[in-house]
């Protein structure tokens, strides 16, 4: 099994910077594809940015693209999420999730299976 942890969330201005941070247990963290999700209020879970195990392979969603960074570092079984020029459309709880040996980036909240307990995330105007 694997346990995932995110930290790095707060409050910030709009246009302001964060990075988040998903720190994971286990031994086979290179094998794992790494998602960003986040969910607002009202809204569906929705996935913003993956990561392939080696990080050739990267994801972004449209409304993040250009903003957002996604990177690992394997040795330390980290991911993370530098977020710039932030929004207040962006204020939502960000989720890190696990997806073993996909094969591919998983695009659907379905596609993963383990789950941070998330990190809140709100862009004041």
């Known amino acids: 099994q694997v346990q995932l942890v995110e930290s790095g969330g707060g409050l910030v201005q709009a246009g302001g910077s964060l990075r988040l941070s998903c720190a994971a247990s286990?031994?086979?963290?290179?094998?794992?594809?790494m998602g960003w999700f986040r969910q607002a209020p009202g809204k569906e879970r929705e996935l913003v940015a993956a990561?392939?195990?080696?990080?050739?392979?990267?994801y972004y969603a449209d409304s993040v693209k250009g903003r957002f960074t996604i990177s690992r570092e394997n040795a330390k079984n980290t991911v993370y999420l530098r977020m710039n020029s932030l929004k207040p459309e962006d204020t939502a709880v960000y989720y890190c999730?696990?997806?073993?040996?996909?094969?591919?980036?998983?695009?659907?909240?379905?596609?993963?299976?383990?789950w941070g307990q998330g990190t809140q995330v709100t862009v004041s105007s």
């Open positions: 999730a696990a997806k073993l040996y996909p094969g591919y980036i998983p695009a659907r909240r379905s596609g993963y299976d383990y």
């Open positions: 286990g031994r086979t963290f290179s094998s794992y594809v």
């Open positions: 990561i392939s195990s080696s990080g050739g392979s990267i």
